[in-house]
C-alpha cells in the first residue's frame, strides 16, 4: 500500500477514534463510518479532542493537529468508502456485528482491499470463514489509549494471504508502532494476561478489602504499573470489559476469565466509565 492510500475506520467509539488518530498523524487520509452520520461526526471530534490534548502536552504543533484533523473524514454511508485500501473495523465485540459489516464492507471495496478487525477476543479465524474473501482478513489488535500505546498484536486467521500478513506489518510500523505477530488466540497475549487480574481487582473491591483508590495504588505504586486497574477499567469501558470477559469465559470455561457480578450491575446502571461519565471514578468532562 502507498503513502497516499486512503484508510477507513468502521466504528468510531473509543478503539476506533484512536486508531483514526493514529492513522491520520501516519500521514494517511482517513474516512470515519459508524451506524449514523451524528456518531461519525463525535468521532471525529474525538480525534480533535486527543489531537488537542497532544498539543497542550507538547507532542504536536497547532499546525500539525489542524493538518491531522484535515485527513479525518466522516461519512453517512458505507459506498463512500469503496476506494479505501485498508478497513479496519472497531466496532462492538460480536462475531455476528463484525461479520456482518465486514461482508457489507465486501460489498463495496475491491477485492483487493485488506480488512483488518481489532477484536479483542473473537476468533479471527472464524470472523474470516464468514466472508467472500477470507484471505484478505486479519486482526489488528490496539491497547487503548490507541493513539498512544505502541503495542499492536497482528493474528493472522488461518486462511490470511501471507502477503497480507507482510503488508499489515509495514502498516503497522509505518504508525510508528511495535508490531507483534501472534497466533489466533482468545484474547492473544494482552487480554490473556490482563483480563483474570482485573477480575481479580474487581473481586477485591467486591469483597471490601479495599476501595478502588487503594486498590489503584498497590498496583501503581506497589506494582510499577502505570495505570490504576480500575482508572484502566474506565478508559476500556465496563460494557466492552463485561464483552471481553465473557468471551473469554465462553471460549476458556476457565472462572479467572468470568465477569464479576458487580461488573454487571455497574452496566445495567449505566456506569460504563469514561464514556458515560461514571464508572468506578467520575468524571467531571
Ligand atoms: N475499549 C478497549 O479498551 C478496547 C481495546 C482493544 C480492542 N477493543 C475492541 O475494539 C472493538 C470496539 O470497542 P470500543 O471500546 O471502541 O467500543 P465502543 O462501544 O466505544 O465503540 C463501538 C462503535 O461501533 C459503532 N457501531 C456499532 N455497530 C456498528 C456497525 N454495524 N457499523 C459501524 N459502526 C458500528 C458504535 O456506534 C460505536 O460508536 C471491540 O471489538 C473491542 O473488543 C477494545
Known amino acids: 500500500m502507498s503513502e497516499l492510500d486512503t484508510v477507513a475506520v468502521l466504528g468510531t467509539g473509543t478503539m476506533g477514534a484512536g486508531i483514526a488518530t493514529a492513522v491520520a ?9 459508524d451506524t449514523a452520520p451524528d456518531r461519525a461526526l463525535a468521532g471525529r471530534r474525538s480525534v480533535a479532542d ?13 499546525a500539525e493537529r489542524d493538518e491531522t484533523l484535515d485527513r479525518v473524514r466522516p461519512v453517512s454511508s458505507l459506498p463512500e468508502i469503496a476506494d479505501a485500501a485498508v ?26 482491499v485488506v480488512l483488518h478487525t481489532n477484536t479483542s477476543t473473537l476468533s479471527v479465524t472464524a470472523i474470516a470463514g464468514r466472508l467472500h474473501r477470507p484471505d484478505r482478513l486479519i486482526g489488528t ?12 498484536e497482528v493474528a493472522p486467521a488461518r486462511q490470511s494471504d501471507p502477503a497480507v500478513v507482510q503488508q ?3 502498516f503497522v510500523r509505518h504508525l510508528g508502532k ?6 489466533d488466540t ?18 477485591a473491591l467486591e469483597a471490601g478489602w479495599a476501595t478502588a483508590e487503594e486498590i489503584d495504588l498497590a498496583v501503581t505504586a506497589g506494582a510499577g504499573f502505570p495505570m490504576g486497574v480500575f482508572r484502566l477499567l474506565d478508559l476500556v469501558g465496563l460494557d466492552v470489559h463485561r464483552a471481553v470477559s465473557m468471551s473469554l469465559y465462553d471460549q476458556f470455561h476457565d472462572q479467572r476469565f468470568a465477569p464479576p457480578p458487580l461488573v454487571a450491575r455497574m452496566v445495567a446502571a449505566g456506569e460504563l466509565g469514561r464514556k458515560s461519565g461514571t464508572g468506578f471514578y467520575r468524571y467531571e468532562d
Open 25 to 33: 498523524r501516519s500521514g494517511r487520509q482517513v474516512l470515519l463510518v
Open 168 to 170: 499489515t506489518v509495514e
Open 178 to 183: 511495535d508490531p507483534v505477530v501472534l497466533k
Open 87 to 112: 478497513v479496519i473495523e472497531a466496532v462492538p465485540e460480536d462475531l455476528e456485528v463484525k461479520a456482518e459489516v465486514l461482508k457489507r464492507v465486501e460489498q463495496v471495496c475491491s477485492s483487493e
Open 186 to 203: 482468545p484474547g492473544l497475549l494482552t487480554n490473556y494476561l490482563l483480563v483474570p487480574f482485573e477480575n481479580d481487582c474487581v473481586r
Open 141 to 152: 489488535h490496539y491497547c487503548n489509549p490507541a493513539d498512544r500505546m505502541r503495542l499492536v
Open 50 to 62: 486527543t489531537l488537542a490534548t497532544g498539543v497542550r502536552r507538547g507532542n504536536l504543533t497547532a
